[in-house]
């Protein structure tokens, strides 16, 4: 493998590295030497956790080499060849560390790497690029819950992951689980220490060698370089000391960092209400009862309870009763002012509220030891499902575990004042009228129930705690941070080194605009105020319509919110717009059940390989699964549409605090970040986020549509990843993006390598997260709605759909008699679809009814008028077969030659079908598209100018089809005839 030396340390590399990745390599290293904490932004596709990987592990092993050297210098005693021998090598392996002074004898130890990601199926993916470098013999662990490691029969079949927890402790220190009595023996294995296993591998090894993975996976971490874990088992302190992880001297690596902030406020939160107080008294309550029962039959030491009673006593469980009891009734004497909203009070309100029922800092240990040992008796002694496991004492243990995290000390009482605030507000009761059979009567509280929130409004909060455990190095890294400036300050702790890289990928592989206006000119703005109007819904529909059009294989079209998202599915199946989209892609929605969404991605992939279709639609929500760590590479994503600006819902209460926190922060400090610019922040980042499931390797290409006209506004393009923001152009109108979009994916498909189609790398890999919408697939050809779905539809007849509904709805709400054009005759109002094969026709004449010859003479026949606005009537008629065969019969010039123009004008007829005919065989799909586009927004518009640009476009570049630009004079408006005529006459001159 090739090597290159970045600040005095030689790293091996795959592939020769770009000029990127060493700048990511360099940054990593600068952290690393200097025990410095870092920020490093590299968009998604650059090699970003291959060279994370790389130059850390590297830096480790020469770390490694340097205290071996270094302990070789102090065993020497005479200087000798040997010992100036190390001294030069420990000297050089210093200066590669950055340590130039002698480590302290405790510090013998080589500091650890703990690479931390948000879900199991990123560590995954980290470990495989691992697989691949010339490091994959360092040893490695992976840490996980239960849920993905336990292979005990019994335990594993345990929906709640708190009672999976107490029934695992319980046969662990009952020794009545075979699979962790064979940890011991299995541990040193050399099948675990020579192979990278990730959270898939352990299961299959733990089944194969009979031993607990959970339980040998934290073996293995005791002497591996490398960690691997779920970012919140770093930073939630409980998770910390469950799996015994010691940060000190550790080297943390947060890869996917735009969630840490998140992360890190959740860890230290939690939410408590009345009825969980009742379940705590109700649960003690019971295994009083327990204990009396047994008591009275002597049988409270039995051989099935396993003992587990000695280990708290009547009077234990009488005291935590009282304890409940009393904070019961200072919940109850809580008076709420702001019933509608809820009152705030400071964080250090829990204490006083804790306190009422005598839990004080020194006590709340005791309380949560006698809890645990409770909890683990309840889920240990019941036999049914149904029966109290503990859930009501577990969580108030988790309460007092957050609330006394870091002891007593008025520095931080001080900050949970300044970081924490307790939201209370009414708990409200189950109103359903009809009755449940089902549901057992429960008495009605005479005080009402209150809900009381413990929230952490500061990341820094958690960050700073890990820093406290002697952390030697922090880099928080990820494709999406910017602007890093705001992301840094609301971490709260120094950050000394940032990057910002740019994207491998060149300008010509990627096309980023704003789209402020749909098809039919209608503003695209998902705003409160206009989201649910009927008209924008269409817009955005006829929008995605027409982009299913353009843009081959895979779109993804990213919603703001679930509900907007559901809205514009109802309308649009409503309206046939959906049947219209799934006609021409494949339709999936994504899945609200973790299971479903396997197979919904499994199904988009086969279609999308399907040379049959033409692609398909992913529809999803701005911060769902979709958006978060999918890899939709080459033909799997070849555009992403982000529908509108995906804020935090504006009214939750957690989103005002949090603003209300920032403003108060923002008083002492005018550089902080305003509550404002978070909530714009949080919607960018989303934004980011989505945006990165495209573009995913240096040869990839794709299309990123801003579809709101807030999007152009310019706050907001310098809070877009850096490496977008030179690409961003603004489209005035529709005709200008679909001929970018055109010539984009064009050149694309005729100079870029492309993918083998039915490759697996084109698999798209799902997450370990789940998500919270419904399933809606649909394929072409099935119906959606009640309105009947045509098997086949031409491509003019499809740009007619979407180009046609505003003037059909127009012209079905209008009942006034008016003169019909040729045009309008041929066209059927009652329905969207034109189809000539509906006219009447007499079997002894060749000419249709509508269009038969009047019996006067020629003279005195009436003149039909040719109206601009109903040419589009006729341009989208469907080829179908029945369709030109009818048509052809009713026209008795069909034949003419139009590179002449007719002796008499008025007789358009004779021009129309056989023009449009020719146009049809002369363009390509895409350009008859922008044909009628042209016309249509002629129609509109009136502006002459446009259209000759887009005539010009489409006939002059070949010289054969300049008698098809001059042909066009006979749908010119009348006004606008003579300057045609005048502009024809000039381009054939300079021709000649």
Request: positive net charge; hydrophobic residues 35%; proline residues 4%.
């Given at each position: 493998?090739?090597?290159?030396?970045i600040?005095?340390?030689?790293i091996?590399?795959?592939?020769k590295?770009?000029?990127?990745?060493?700048?990511y390599?360099a940054?990593?290293?600068e952290?690393?030497?200097?025990?410095?904490?870092?920020?490093l932004?590299?968009?998604?596709?650059?090699?970003?956790?291959l060279?994370?990987?790389?130059?850390?592990?590297s830096?480790l092993?020469?770390?490694?080499?340097?205290?071996?050297?270094?302990?070789l210098?102090?065993?020497?005693e005479?200087?000798?060849?040997?010992?100036?021998f190390?001294?030069?090598?420990?000297?050089?392996?210093?200066?590669a560390t950055?340590d130039?002074?002698?480590?302290?004898?405790f510090?013998?130890?080589?500091?650890?790497?703990?690479?931390a990601?948000?879900?199991h199926?990123?560590?995954?993916?980290?470990m495989?690029?691992?697989k691949?470098?010339?490091?994959?013999?360092?040893s490695?662990?992976?840490l996980?819950?239960?849920?993905q490691?336990?292979?005990?029969p019994?335990v594993?079949k345990?929906i709640?992951?708190?009672?999976?927890i107490h029934?695992?402790?319980?046969?662990?220190k009952?020794r009545?689980?075979?699979y962790?009595?064979n940890?011991?023996t299995?541990?040193d294995?050399?099948?675990f220490?020579?192979?990278?296993?990730?959270?898939?591998?352990l299961?299959?090894?733990?089944?194969?060698y009979?031993?607990?993975?959970?339980?040998l996976?934290r073996?293995?971490k005791q002497?591996?370089d490398?960690?691997?874990m779920?970012?919140?088992?770093?930073?939630?302190?409980?998770?910390?000391k469950s799996q015994g992880?010691?940060?000190q001297?550790?080297?943390?690596?947060?890869?996917?960092?735009?969630?840490?902030?998140?992360?890190?406020?959740?860890?230290?939160?939690?939410?408590?209400?009345s009825t969980d107080v009742?379940?705590?008294?109700?649960?003690i309550?019971g295994?009083?009862?327990d204990?009396?029962n047994?008591?009275?039959?002597?049988?409270?030491?039995t051989?099935?309870?396993g003992n587990?009673q000695?280990?708290f006593?009547?009077?234990d469980?009488?005291?935590l009763?009282t304890?409940?009891m009393?904070?019961?009734?200072?919940?109850?004497a809580i008076?709420i002012?702001?019933?509608d909203?809820?009152?705030?009070h400071?964080?250090?309100?829990?204490?006083?509220?804790?306190?009422k029922?005598?839990?004080?800092?020194g006590?709340?240990?005791?309380?949560?030891?006698?809890?645990e040992?409770?909890?683990?008796y309840l889920t240990?002694?019941s036999?049914s499902?149904?029966a109290?496991?503990?859930?009501?004492?577990?969580k108030?243990?988790?309460?007092l575990?957050?609330?006394?995290n870091?002891?007593n000390s008025?520095r931080?009482?001080?900050?949970i004042?300044?970081c924490?605030?307790v939201?209370?507000q009414?708990?409200?009761?189950?109103?359903n009228?009809?009755k449940?059979v089902?549901?057992?009567?429960?008495?009605?509280?005479?005080?009402?129930g209150k809900?009381i929130?413990?929230?952490c409004?500061?990341?820094?909060f958690s960050?700073?705690?890990?820093?406290d455990?002697g952390?030697?190095?922090?880099?928080l890294t990820?494709?999406?941070?910017?602007?890093?400036?705001?992301?840094?300050?609301e971490?709260g702790?120094?950050?000394?080194?940032?990057?910002?890289?740019p994207?491998?990928v060149?300008?010509d592989?990627?096309?980023?605009?704003?789209l402020?206006?749909?098809?039919?000119?209608?503003?695209?703005n998902s705003?409160?105020?206009?989201r649910?109007?009927?008209?924008?819904i269409?817009?955005?529909?006829?929008t995605i319509?027409?982009?299913?059009?353009?843009?081959p294989?895979g779109?993804l079209?990213?919603?703001p919110s679930?509900?907007?998202?559901?809205k514009c599915?109802?309308?649009w199946q409503?309206?046939?717009?959906?049947?219209?989209i799934?006609?021409?892609?494949?339709?999936y929605?994504?899945p609200?059940?973790?299971?479903?969404?396997?197979?919904?991605m499994?199904e988009?992939c086969e279609?999308?390989?399907?040379?049959?279709?033409?692609?398909?639609?992913?529809?999803?929500?701005?911060r769902?699964?979709?958006?978060?760590g999918l890899d939709?590479?080459?033909?799997?994503?070849?555009?992403?549409?982000i529908t509108?600006?995906p804020?935090?819902?504006?009214k939750?209460?957690?989103?005002?605090?949090?603003?209300?926190?920032?403003?108060?922060?923002?008083?002492?400090?005018k550089?902080?970040?305003?509550?404002?610019?978070w909530y714009?922040?949080?919607?960018?980042r989303?934004?980011n986020q989505?945006?990165?499931?495209?573009?995913?390797?240096?040869?990839?290409y794709?299309?990123i549509?801003?579809?709101?006209?807030?999007?152009?506004?310019?706050?907001?393009?310098?809070?877009?990843?850096?490496?977008l923001?030179?690409y961003i152009k603004?489209?005035?109108?529709?005709?200008i993006i679909?001929?970018?979009l055109?010539?984009f994916f064009?050149y694309?498909?005729?100079?870029?390598?492309q993918p083998n189609?039915q490759s697996?790398?084109n698999?798209?890999?799902v997450p370990a997260t789940?998500?919270?919408?419904?399933?809606?697939?649909?394929r072409?050809?099935?119906?959606i709605?009640?309105?009947?779905?045509?098997?086949t539809?031409?491509m003019?007849?499809?740009?007619?759909?979407?180009?046609?509904?505003?003037?059909?709805?127009?012209?079905?709400?209008s009942?006034?008699k008016?003169?019909k054009?040729?045009?309008?005759?041929?066209?059927t109002?009652?329905?969207?679809?034109i189809n000539?094969?509906?006219?009447?026709?007499?079997?002894?004449?060749?000419t249709?009814?509508?269009?038969?010859?009047?019996?006067?003479?020629?003279?005195?026949?009436r003149k039909?008028?040719?109206?601009?606005?109903e040419?589009?009537?006729?341009?989208?008629?469907?080829?179908?077969?029945s369709?030109?065969s009818?048509?052809?019969k009713?026209?008795?010039?069909?034949?003419?030659?139009?590179?002449?123009?007719?002796?008499?004008?008025?007789d358009?007829?004779?021009?129309?079908k056989?023009y449009?005919?020719?146009?049809?065989r002369?363009l390509?799909?895409?350009?008859y598209?922008?044909?009628?586009?042209?016309?249509?927004?002629?129609?509109?518009t009136?502006?002459?100018?446009?259209l000759?640009e887009?005539?010009?476009?489409l006939f002059?570049?070949?010289?054969e089809?300049?008698?098809?630009?001059a042909g066009f004079?006979?749908?010119?408006?009348?006004h606008?005839?003579?300057?045609?005529?005048?502009?024809?006459t000039?381009?054939?001159?300079?021709?000649l």
């Open positions: 493998m090739p090597e290159v030396t600040n005095n340390v030689i091996n590399f795959p592939f590295p770009y000029s990127v990745q060493e700048d390599m940054k990593v290293i952290c690393l030497q200097n025990s410095k904490n870092g920020v932004e590299s968009p998604t596709g650059t090699g970003k956790t060279s994370l990987l790389c130059s850390s592990l830096w092993l020469t770390k490694k080499a340097q205290l071996q050297a270094e302990a210098v102090g065993a020497i005479k200087p000798n060849f040997g010992g100036h190390f001294n030069k090598l420990n000297n050089e392996l210093k200066g950055g130039s002074e002698p480590s302290p004898s510090n013998w130890a080589a500091p650890k790497i703990i690479y990601s948000r879900t199926s990123q560590l995954s993916q980290a495989q690029e691992l691949r470098t010339a490091y994959k013999h360092v490695t662990a992976v996980g819950s239960r849920d490691l336990c292979i005990h019994e594993s345990e709640n992951s708190s009672n999976k029934m695992c402790h319980s046969k662990v009952s009545t689980c075979f962790y009595n940890v011991e299995r541990k294995d050399p099948f220490k020579q192979e990278v296993l990730d959270i898939e591998d299961v299959k090894a733990g089944q194969k009979k031993c607990c993975p959970y339980f996976s073996e293995l002497n591996s490398i960690t691997f779920p970012y919140n088992y770093l930073i939630d302190a409980k998770a910390r992880i010691d940060l001297n550790q080297i943390i690596l947060l890869d996917e960092a735009h969630n840490v902030e998140k992360t890190c406020e959740e860890a230290a939160s939690l939410q408590i209400c009742a379940m705590c008294i109700d649960e309550t295994v009083m009862e204990m009396a047994n008591t009275q039959e002597n049988d409270f030491l051989e099935n309870s587990i000695k280990d006593t009547a009077d469980l009488c005291i009763k304890m409940f009393e904070l019961e009734k200072a919940i109850d008076k002012i702001k019933r909203e809820g009152d705030t400071p964080g250090g309100y829990i204490f006083e509220l804790l306190e029922a005598q839990i004080t800092h006590k709340e240990q005791l309380v949560i030891e006698k809890l040992k409770i909890v683990l240990t002694t036999t499902p149904f109290r496991k503990g859930n009501a004492l577990q108030f243990s988790d309460l575990r957050v609330v006394f870091n002891g008025i931080y009482r001080e900050k004042k300044q924490y605030k939201y209370i009414v708990e409200e009761q189950k109103k009228n009809k449940d089902w549901e057992t009567k429960k008495k009605v509280p005479k005080n009402e809900i929130s413990y929230w409004f500061s990341p820094g960050m700073q705690q890990l820093i455990q952390v030697r190095s922090i880099v990820s494709g999406t941070l910017s602007p890093l400036k705001p992301f840094i300050s971490l702790i120094p950050i000394d080194v940032q990057l910002e890289n994207h491998i060149k300008g592989q990627v096309c980023v605009g704003v402020s206006q749909g098809p039919d000119n209608y503003t695209l705003s409160f105020n206009t649910n109007d009927p008209k924008y269409a817009s955005l529909g006829r319509l027409n982009f299913s059009c353009l843009i294989h779109l079209v990213f919603f679930y509900p907007i998202m559901h599915k109802d309308e409503n309206t046939g717009l959906w049947t219209k799934a006609d021409r892609k494949s339709i929605v994504e609200q059940r973790k299971d479903g969404f396997t197979n919904v499994n988009y279609k999308i390989k399907d040379p049959s279709c033409k692609g398909a639609i992913f529809m999803a929500v701005c769902g699964k979709v958006s978060e939709f590479a080459n033909a799997n994503g070849r555009a992403v549409l509108g600006l804020f935090p819902p504006l939750d209460p957690r989103v005002i605090l949090k603003q209300r926190y920032l403003e108060e922060i923002r008083n002492n400090d550089e902080a970040l305003s509550g404002q610019q714009q922040l949080e919607a960018s989303a934004v989505a945006v990165g499931r495209i573009i995913r390797h240096k040869n990839d794709g299309a549509i801003f579809c709101d006209c807030r999007f152009d506004n310019q706050n907001f393009k310098k809070q877009l990843s850096a490496w923001r030179p603004k489209f005035t109108n529709f005709g679909t001929k970018d055109r010539e064009k694309a498909e005729r100079t870029l390598p189609m697996n790398a698999r798209i890999s789940s998500a919270s919408f419904d399933t809606t697939v649909t072409a050809g099935q119906n709605s009640k309105e009947k779905s045509e098997t539809r031409s003019e007849d499809t740009i007619r759909i979407y180009s046609h509904v505003n003037e059909n709805e127009q012209n079905n709400k009942n006034e008016k003169k054009s040729f045009f309008e005759l041929l066209a109002e009652s329905k969207p679809v000539f094969s509906e006219s009447k026709a007499d079997k002894n004449y060749n249709c009814e509508l269009t038969k010859d009047i019996t006067e003479p020629l003279a005195k026949k039909i008028k040719v109206l601009p606005l040419f589009n009537a006729c341009l989208s008629a469907p080829s179908t077969s369709s030109v009818t048509t052809e009713g026209s008795t010039n069909a034949s003419q030659n139009i590179h002449e123009e007719p002796a008499d004008s008025t358009k007829k004779a021009v129309v056989p449009l005919k020719e146009v049809k002369s390509s799909e895409d350009n598209k922008i044909f009628a586009n042209m016309i249509q927004e002629y129609s509109k009136n502006n002459l100018d446009k000759l887009t005539l010009e476009k002059l570049p070949k010289e089809l300049f008698h098809l630009f004079k006979h749908f010119i408006k009348k606008h005839i003579s300057v045609f005529e005048t502009h024809v000039r381009l054939r001159s300079k021709r």
